[in-house]
């Protein structure tokens, strides 16, 4: 039972409070879930909740007032958790957890700031050093040498009503509906090393990588290199990626499949595109778990696009953490799926003869010796 109650402080101040009952909501029983029913609601353990709330706690924490007694960061954690794994409505979110309709759109606003500005930087980023060298051993055994990951996007649902001062139509792929785009490295264990999401549903994957930070980092350097480069090495460290990408010496694709291949080549494509697949599982157990990527939600697009990446961090942190993706979170993306089915890859066809070819036919022509070294 709700009531209203007008406060004063003072005889000129006076304010009204909302109090809601947490007597029938969800989070009144919370603390009686076991560890199965935990993990179904929040889609991660309690260890990784507790530390979550560890590190992103003091970031949501709000000070009490005269007024009201501000809601507990453990709270805010788990509204914003349970609306990343499910996108419910804001006013089911509200009666669940007890709090206002507007509290709920503010919470996960502030949770998802928290994650990227506290937990960003230290979970997400390339690898170098000695990391570096367990990325290419992981991808040497998949029979792919020098890789430092693989390269690939995928659409993510946005409502055309979020985009009303943003062009829609920009928005909607090839698949007619409206999406923001995920660019995503994933390295040997299915972890994002590199994201870059928010441009509008028919960009192509080749215009989308060339205004990314991984791009400029890439041709910035002298020597044209995303990574160190090793003179007594022909063959540079790079990432790979499907035929969308352009062909570049950072990074390498596959043969199109429409050409005369020679048997080296069509090895080099299957063995290319087999180790690319770490990116495949990669989206799959991220919009598994955070299944508000599935969705058309009403967000702008640039609140969005944060979501994302938040989402991606929250996924590295899972799977670093041991705390397992569960199959049955799959269920049903089917049907998703079906009526927002991902466009098809587009070729890049602006490639010239460069020195980026000369690498791949190196590596084509050479990859059975090089794997044995």
């Avoid at 080749?206 to 020597?223: G, I, P, R």
């Amino acid at each position: 039972m709700e009531d209203c109650r007008c406060r004063g402080d003072g005889e000129n101040r006076h304010v009204w409070v909302r109090n809601r009952s947490s007597e029938d909501n969800f989070w009144s029983s919370v603390e009686l879930f076991d560890d199965d029913e935990w993990k179904a609601q929040f889609r991660v353990s309690r260890a990784t909740f507790d530390y979550l709330l560890e590190q992103v706690g003091p970031a949501i924490k709000r000070r009490r007032t005269n007024f009201r007694v501000p809601i507990e960061p453990k709270r805010r954690l788990a509204i914003a958790l349970w609306w990343f794994a499910r996108a419910g409505e804001y006013r089911t979110v509200s009666i669940m957890f007890g709090v206002g309709i507007a509290t709920v759109c503010n919470i996960v606003r502030q949770v998802t700031s928290a994650i990227l500005e506290r937990l960003h930087q230290r979970f997400l980023s390339l690898p170098s050093d000695q990391r570096l060298d367990d990325v290419m051993a992981a991808f040497k055994e998949r029979c792919y040498p020098q890789c430092a990951g693989a390269i690939g996007t995928t659409h993510i649902p946005v409502s055309p009503v979020a985009l009303s001062r943003d062009r829609p139509d920009d928005y909607l792929n090839e698949r007619g509906w409206h999406s923001v785009i995920l660019q995503a490295v994933v390295d040997h264990k299915a972890c994002f090393t590199d994201v870059y999401a928010g441009w509008p549903g028919s960009t192509s994957s080749a215009s989308v990588l060339s205004c990314s930070d991984l791009h400029t980092k890439a041709e910035d350097q002298a020597d044209g290199y995303l990574f160190p480069k090793e003179v007594s090495v022909e063959i540079p460290v790079h990432l790979i990626g499907d035929t969308s990408f352009p062909l570049k010496p950072w990074l390498m694709k596959s043969y199109s499949l429409k050409d005369q291949l020679s048997p080296e080549q069509h090895r080099f494509t299957h063995t290319l595109s087999s180790a690319c697949s770490v990116v495949d599982t990669a989206f799959t157990r991220l919009k598994g778990r955070w299944r508000c990527l599935l969705k058309k939600n009403d967000i702008d697009a640039s609140n969005m696009s944060k979501v994302v990446v938040a989402c991606c961090v929250l996924h590295n942190i899972c799977e670093i953490r041991g705390d397992s993706f569960l199959p049955e979170w799959n269920t049903g993306t089917v049907n998703c799926s079906s009526y927002l089915r991902q466009p098809d890859m587009q070729p890049y066809d602006g490639d010239t003869f460069c020195p980026a070819e000369v690498i791949r036919k190196t590596i084509t022509y050479n990859l059975l010796t090089l794997l044995q070294h």
